[in-house]
């Protein structure tokens, strides 16, 4: 069964600062990938997903994250924070041909002005 | 419009009560989700359905009822709500053909419950 491990409910960062969320997994086959974003009163939404191709994964507004298989890794970051970064993100993980995905308990993240 | 859509997007209701949660997608997608959304708990997952008339339990499945009669519609029955139930639930979808079988989910906006 697949499992995601994001660490740190809130994460604070400042405007201009590079942001960083962490996040590990666990499968037992090879594994497919995501981070989604959620702004207040929306579902979630994409931000970008490994799919087994390039291990550096670029998404939208800027960010991305990187595979590491050794480390069982998949973190996300965006070298400079905007107000609009203000939103709960989200790792997820699936199994390949698996159509469930099992979700982290997410990142709130506050943009300091 | 395309996509996938949830109502109602606010709902109060009375302890006991029956409440239906409807959730409908134009992509034609075989495979639905129902998620709820509560504070320290993430994303948990009630029940899915793989296609029309299959339906299998989630993570938290208790108090809940689905049915999948067509394929564009998932809808969510709760047969006697409780305050535990107070929640935001998502819909969500996933296409299964060929290359795009990742396990990418589509979610909709979220329907907003209250059981007072």
């Known amino acids: 069964a697949q499992s995601v491990t994001q660490l740190g409910s809130h994460v604070s960062v400042s405007e201009g600062a590079l942001v960083l969320l962490r996040c590990n997994y666990s499968s037992s086959v090879p594994p497919y990938l995501f981070w989604y974003v959620q702004y207040p009163n929306q579902g979630l939404q994409l931000l970008l997903k490994y799919t087994s191709a390039a291990t550096l994964v670029k998404g939208i507004n800027g960010f991305e994250a990187e595979f590491k298989k050794s480390e069982t890794s998949f973190h996300l970051t965006k070298p400079s924070a905007h107000m609009s970064d203000a939103a709960e993100y989200f790792c997820a993980v699936s199994g390949f041909g698996n159509n469930r995905l099992a979700f982290g308990k997410g990142n709130q993240v506050v943009v300091i002005p | 419009d395309a996509g996938i859509t949830q109502s109602p997007r606010y709902k109060i209701t009375e302890t006991g009560r029956q409440v239906t949660l409807m959730c409908h997608q134009t992509?034609?997608?075989?495979?639905m989700f129902w998620y709820r959304q509560d504070l320290g708990h993430g994303l948990r997952l009630i029940y899915y359905?793989?296609?029309?008339?299959?339906?299998d339990k989630g993570e938290v499945p208790d108090g809940y009822v689905v049915s999948r009669s067509k394929t564009e519609n998932f809808p969510l029955t709760l047969e006697s709500a409780t305050r535990s139930q107070t929640s935001v639930y998502f819909c969500?979808?996933?296409?299964?053909?060929?290359?795009?079988?990742?396990?990418?989910?589509?979610f909709g906006e979220g329907s907003r419950l209250t059981v007072l």
């Open positions: 359905s793989a296609a029309a008339d299959i339906t």
């Open positions: 969500a979808s996933s296409d299964t053909a060929g290359t795009r079988n990742t396990g990418e989910l589509f």
């Open positions: 992509w034609s997608h075989s495979y």
